[in-house]
């Protein structure tokens, strides 16, 4: 690896390296290079009391090219219980992607010990798979974010559709020199919900999800998250993503998108 990070602060700046392009546009970042960008701009905004973000949603307005560019947060809404952060990337004069966080405040002491909730199928743990991947984006994919996330399917396979479960960790820092943070690694990992779930052939079909959503139950534990994910698509070329995401303790949040669907011919 060239870079040992998906990104580097010069100054006031961020810097993109080569490990937040995406796989579509060599001179576009990865939405999970986006929605982690974004991620960091919400937690460096003060809270009232102490919070946690319980529901993030990230809009890709435009082409976020591969390039310095400037982060600006407003606080929309702020209060003891709830509030609410806008953060967005400007190329120059130019909007280019917005996410919208919602914090929730902390501490209630709740004794959940008495009460039933959902029960959830846990994934099988990292590394108990002994089949082979059938698609790698690490291999399969031109170099860029993927490279440096560990993918690790337990079930299913890669573009097989559901029931698609696959453990992801970053394998360098999301900023050269930070310790990645639980919310940050959670955003920017979230995002391959649509392509993990995916069924269409990668050499036949682009799929590009414009948002993305997440309601988070907790911040996780652990490094890695699996992503439990599931794909529909119609025939006019819209889909819809949703995945279970879990930390190594369990379910820590939900998340869904939106596909864009073409076929490489007409892309």
Not at 31 to 56: C, H, I, K, N, S
Not at 156 to 177: D, E
Request: aromatic fraction near 8%.
């Amino acid at each position: 690896m060239g870079d040992d990070a998906i990104f580097y602060q010069d100054g006031d700046a961020v810097i993109p390296t080569i490990y937040a392009q995406g796989p579509w546009d060599a001179g576009a970042q990865h939405g999970g290079a986006v929605a982690g960008l974004l991620a960091r701009a919400v937690e460096q905004v003060p809270t009232p009391v102490p919070m946690r973000v319980a529901r993030f949603t990230l809009d890709m307005l435009r082409r976020v090219p591969v390039k310095p560019l400037a982060i600006s947060t407003e606080v929309l809404r702020t209060g003891k219980r709830i509030q609410t952060v806008r953060a967005e990337l400007h190329d120059g004069d130019l909007l280019v992607a917005s996410a919208v966080a919602m914090s929730v405040r902390t501490g209630a002491g709740i004794d959940m010990a008495p009460y039933r909730q959902p029960e959830v199928l846990l994934p099988p743990p990292p590394g108990s798979s002994d089949q082979p991947l059938s698609f790698n984006p690490r291999a399969d994919m031109p170099e860029g974010f993927p490279h440096v996330v560990e993918f690790d399917r337990v079930v299913g396979s890669f573009r097989g559709g559901s029931p698609s479960k696959t453990w992801v960790r970053f394998l360098v820092p999301f900023v050269r020199g930070e310790e990645t943070s639980p919310l940050v690694r959670l955003m920017a990992l979230s995002d391959f919900t649509s392509g993990l779930g995916a069924f269409l052939p990668y050499d036949q079909f682009v799929s590009i999800n414009p948002d993305l959503t997440i309601h988070v139950l907790r911040y996780p534990t652990s490094e890695r998250i699996c992503v439990d994910a599931e794909t529909w698509v119609d025939a006019d070329g819209i889909g819809q993503s949703k995945a279970r995401l879990f930390d190594e303790d369990g379910l820590c949040a939900l998340s869904n998108a939106s596909i864009f669907v073409e076929t490489r011919a007409r892309y």
